[in-house]
Structures are given as structure tokens and as C-alpha cells.
């Protein structure tokens, strides 16, 4: 008798090659962004990468407030890895690297920021299964092209030590790939309804979005400090945005 093949790869229905596949496009998209295309090519400038860590600031202030207080959500607690990922303390040191002591009142962010933050902290209030989908974006992209983009980092701003750079470090991890496959697995042992499962993938291309929005607005923010320099020849841009 043929017995049937109805054993589909396990992967197809793994939530972390789901997340990949549904979010391909917006990753192009991504990396199509005129702040990652100016990193791609090695061009950031000093302004750009500030900006850059004042957002970045807020989004995981967000993110990692609510997760630490979604820390035991069963849909939480496989992926919390505060030790290995937290990026907090690091961006305040980074921060405090470029922008001194008074950092905490040099803080800018646009408009886009400001809405990604508030949904990460709308769906750890509402809907805490979801933030799967938002550590996912940023940790997993931190581990991944996020690794080579401190190095260009380092090179287009002639940084000499990592001083500035901690957001890049993972101490806690010592191979990125490995962790990504310990935190894939992860992700896969989530106990999660279709529905719940439907929508998670979903919010997955909307945090790839807010990304996306996120580095529009500072692009926007640029360029338009730069419009107000070149009027004002005697002002540089760092009167109007964070001195470089
Ligand atoms: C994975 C490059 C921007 C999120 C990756 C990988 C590369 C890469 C090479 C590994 C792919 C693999 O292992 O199959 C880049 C470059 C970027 C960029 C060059 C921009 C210059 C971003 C951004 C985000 C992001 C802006 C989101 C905010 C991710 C995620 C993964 C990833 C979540 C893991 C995919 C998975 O294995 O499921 N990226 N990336 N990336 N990237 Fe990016």
C-alpha cells in the first residue's frame, strides 16, 4: 500500500520561517531606505547616526519596558532575553558618549518614533502576544545586517575605540548565529492560535513599517536642518539639531 506523504516540513508551519517569509519585502524595503542606503554605502555622517540613536532610544525604551513587565506572558517568556539583548543601558551610554552628561534633555525625535513607541506600549497593555513580532525586527536585525552596520559605522565616523558604538556589542551573546537559532526555536515553541499566529505575522510587516517610517522622518528632519543651515549661512546644522 502507498502511504500517502502528508508530513509537511516542520518548517512551513514554524512561526520563525513564517515571520521571515511575510516580512521579505518589507526587509528590502527596509534596507531601501535612504538612511540604510547612505549605511550601505558607507556614507553616515555623525548627525545622521545621533539622530539615528535618539530614536533607536525611545523604541527600546518602549520595547523593553513592556517586555520586562510582560516577562512571565507565556507568549513573552520564551523570548525574554534581557540579559543577552537589552539595548537600553547601552544606547544611554552611547547617548551620554555623544552628547555628555545632559544628554536626557537633547533627545529629538520625529513624529514617526513617537507612534512607534506608542504602539509597542498599546499592544503590551492590550495584546502582550504580539511583542513577539516587534523583538523579532529589531533584536534579531540588531544580530543580523545589525552587526554590519557597526562596523560601518565605525569606519565612516573614524571611530577609534567602540567608544559610542555599545548599541552594536552584544556581550552576552558570543556567536549571533547561534543565539538566532536558540531564539528561532524559541519563537517556534510560542503557543499560539491561528488567529493569534495570523496577527502576529501581521504586526511583524507593521513593525518593519514603523522602521521604515521611522528613518523617513529622520532623513525629512535632515534634510530640512540642512535647508535652514544653507539660509542661514552662519548657523550650521547643529544649531538646529544635535551638534556633531
Ligand atoms: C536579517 C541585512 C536592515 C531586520 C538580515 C540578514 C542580513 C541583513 C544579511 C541575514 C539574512 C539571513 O540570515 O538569512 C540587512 C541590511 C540592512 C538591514 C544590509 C540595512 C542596511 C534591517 C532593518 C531591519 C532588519 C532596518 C528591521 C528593523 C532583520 C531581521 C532579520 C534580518 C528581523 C532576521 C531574518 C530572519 O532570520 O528571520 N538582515 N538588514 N534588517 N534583518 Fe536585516
Same mark, same amino acid.
Given at each position: 500500500?502507498?502511504?500517502?506523504?502528508?508530513?509537511?516540513p516542520?518548517?512551513?508551519?514554524? *512561526?520563525s520561517?513564517?515571520i521571515?517569509?511575510?516580512?521579505?519585502?518589507?526587509?528590502?524595503?527596509?534596507e531601501?531606505?535612504?538612511l540604510m542606503l547612505?549605511?550601505?554605502?558607507?556614507?553616515?555622517?555623525?548627525?545622521?547616526?545621533?539622530?539615528?540613536?535618539?530614536?533607536?532610544?525611545?523604541?527600546?525604551?518602549?520595547?523593553e519596558d513592556?517586555?520586562?513587565?510582560?516577562?512571565?506572558?507565556?507568549?513573552?517568556?520564551?523570548?525574554?532575553?534581557?540579559?543577552?539583548?537589552?539595548?537600553?543601558?547601552?544606547?544611554?551610554?552611547?547617548?551620554?558618549h555623544?552628547?555628555?552628561?545632559?544628554?536626557?534633555?537633547?533627545?529629538i525625535?520625529?513624529?514617526?518614533?513617537?507612534?512607534?513607541?506608542?504602539r509597542?506600549?498599546?499592544?503590551?497593555?492590550?495584546? @502582550?502576544?504580539?511583542?513577539?513580532?516587534?523583538?523579532?525586527?529589531?533584536?534579531?536585525?540588531?544580530?543580523?545586517?545589525?552587526?554590519?552596520?557597526?562596523?560601518?559605522?565605525?569606519?565612516?565616523?573614524? *571611530?577609534?575605540?567602540?567608544?559610542?558604538?555599545?548599541?552594536?556589542?552584544?556581550?552576552?551573546?558570543?556567536?549571533?548565529?547561534?543565539?538566532?537559532q536558540?531564539?528561532?526555536?524559541?519563537?517556534?515553541?510560542?503557543?499560539?492560535?491561528?488567529k493569534?499566529?495570523?496577527?502576529?505575522?501581521?504586526?511583524?510587516?507593521?513593525?518593519?513599517?514603523?522602521n521604515?517610517?521611522?528613518?523617513?522622518d *529622520?532623513?525629512?528632519?535632515?534634510?530640512?536642518?540642512?535647508e535652514?543651515?544653507?539660509?542661514?549661512?552662519?548657523?550650521? @546644522?547643529?544649531a538646529?539639531? @544635535?551638534?556633531?
Open positions: 500500500m502507498i502511504v500517502p506523504f502528508l508530513c509537511f516542520s518548517a512551513l508551519s514554524d *512561526l520561517e513564517q521571515k517569509a511575510a516580512t521579505k519585502d518589507n526587509h528590502v524595503r527596509a531601501n531606505t535612504q547612505s549605511y550601505q554605502k558607507g556614507e553616515i555622517t555623525l548627525v545622521q547616526y545621533k539622530v539615528l540613536l535618539c530614536s533607536l532610544y525611545e523604541i527600546y525604551r518602549a520595547l513592556e517586555l520586562d513587565r510582560n516577562a512571565s506572558h507565556p507568549a513573552v517568556a520564551p523570548i525574554y532575553f534581557p540579559q543577552e539583548l537589552a539595548r537600553v543601558e547601552s544606547l544611554e551610554r552611547d547617548l551620554e555623544f552628547f555628555g552628561s545632559e544628554w536626557r534633555k537633547r533627545v525625535v520625529p513624529a514617526a518614533t513617537l507612534r512607534y513607541g506608542h509597542l506600549r498599546q499592544i503590551g497593555r492590550e495584546n @502582550p502576544e504580539l511583542l513577539v513580532a516587534h523583538a523579532y525586527t529589531r533584536y534579531l536585525g540588531d544580530l543580523s545586517g545589525g552587526q554590519v552596520l557597526g562596523k560601518i559605522t565605525q569606519k565612516s565616523l573614524g *571611530l577609534s575605540s567602540k567608544e559610542g558604538l555599545s548599541f552594536f556589542h552584544f556581550p552576552g551573546v558570543s556567536s549571533p548565529n547561534r543565539f538566532k536558540l531564539y528561532r526555536s524559541r519563537m517556534n515553541s510560542i503557543e499560539l492560535t491561528e493569534e499566529k495570523a496577527a502576529v505575522l501581521e504586526e511583524a510587516v507593521q513593525a518593519f513599517e514603523l521604515i517610517q521611522v528613518f523617513d *529622520l532623513q525629512k528632519m535632515l534634510s530640512v536642518a540642512t535652514t543651515a544653507d539660509q542661514h549661512k552662519d548657523r550650521s @546644522p547643529a538646529v539639531l @544635535p551638534s556633531s
